[in-house]
């Protein structure tokens, strides 16, 4: 069964989650030579696929959500639907693209495989994005970070999460794909900053297993390493898998 952890949190998901610089959606862009149809699969809420919309005839763009479908980002050439990444109703040899942004580890990888094999056309591109954990400048608030995402809410991540730290490394993909790193940029105040790790998914099941709040102790912590009223610039370390369908 796959998992939902987000449909809880959509608003603040679509708020506070980073977005991808729009040198890596022209870069994914770039390497279709023919862009009539794109498939965003576990769009959330649809910031890639309303990117693809630019570039794109047609947009279709799923996820197994239907509150985080329902705060997406609106454009007429996107085509939202309900539908599990393994198993779609689409037409065989289908799309030009297909992206997945910070959403792989939940799939059950060999039948995501064989669709997008199934629906995606020869010479198509597979682009798979995510990120790892925010960085700052200060030593310090890198190491409330991870303290917090070790020590307090680590027991309560979801076992995919594993896939994510090592950057997909343990996951097989359809065919041979190349790496490429790159940095989504961003700024954070102290509570924004507190409002991003809300979002996180071991942050929610730590408050379904003990029935208490963990942003509390984070926010005490913070609060010793990071000035108030201050924004301060930091970085996700983004990576990029990227390929074409022979």
């Not at 030009?96 to 799939?107: E, K, N, R």
């Not at 190491?143 to 996951?171: L, N, P, T």
């Amino acid at each position: 069964m796959v998992k939902d952890r987000f449909s809880a949190q959509s608003e603040q998901y679509l708020k506070y989650r980073p977005k991808y610089p729009s040198s890596i959606i022209r870069k994914i862009v770039k390497s279709c030579l023919i862009r009539n149809t794109a498939w965003d699969c576990a769009t959330g809420n649809g910031q890639i696929a309303s990117e693809l919309s630019e570039h794109f005839h047609e947009v279709y763009a799923t996820d197994i959500s239907e509150k985080q479908l329902s705060s997406a980002v609106q454009r007429e050439n996107v085509h939202y639907k309900i539908t599990p990444a393994e198993k779609t109703n689409f037409k065989t040899d289908m799309f030009d693209l297909i992206t997945v942004g910070q959403a792989l580890h939940w799939f059950d990888h060999l039948r995501f495989n064989l669709e997008v094999n199934r629906v995606l056309k020869q010479g198509g591109s597979l682009a798979i994005l995510g990120y790892r954990l925010i960085r700052f400048e200060l030593a310090e608030i890198n190491e409330c970070i991870d303290w917090f995402y070790s020590e307090v809410v680590g027991d309560f991540w979801d076992e995919e999460r594993k896939h994510v730290d090592r950057e997909y490394r343990d996951i097989s993909f359809p065919f041979g794909m190349n790496k490429e790193e790159f940095r989504i940029e961003i700024s954070h105040s102290r509570q924004s900053l507190i409002n991003l790790v809300r979002t996180w998914s071991g942050a929610k099941i730590y408050h379904q297993k003990t029935g208490g709040d963990p942003i509390p102790i984070f926010e005490k912590r913070l609060s010793e390493v990071f000035p108030d009223e201050k924004e301060l610039n930091g970085y996700f370390p983004g990576f990029m898998f990227i390929g074409k369908k022979p």
